[in-house]
């Protein structure tokens, strides 16, 4: 029975270390996006990619730990993104985020 929670363990790790190395990948390419993206959407996109990513790197380092308590963690950073994304979404459409209308 060891021999199978060791073989698990050691799995567990390639796997953490694997996916690791990908999402740094994807990072660097993402920040190559954000930074020469021909277009502002093209940029809002990285951005929220880049934000999918550290949801995804959170995950990652709650299953090296054993830990649910950062579940909470990549849940807030899943919220913040997508308010972001919308922020910059309505930026990008009406040059403006807070409509200030005194009518």
Do not use: C, W
């Amino acid at each position: 029975m060891t021999a199978a929670i060791q073989f698990t363990e050691k799995l567990i790790g390639y796997s953490i270390l694997i996916g690791s190395v990908f999402i740094g990948i994807s990072l660097v390419l993402l920040l190559y996006r954000i930074f020469k993206g021909p277009t502002n959407p093209d940029r809002a996109v990285g951005l929220d990619t880049m934000g999918i990513n550290l949801m995804a790197i959170v995950g990652l380092v709650a299953i090296h730990l054993s830990t649910p308590y950062l579940n909470d963690v990549a849940l807030l950073v899943g919220i913040l993104g997508f308010l972001g994304t919308l922020a910059t979404a309505k930026y990008v459409e009406k040059g403006v985020i807070i409509d200030r209308d005194m009518d």
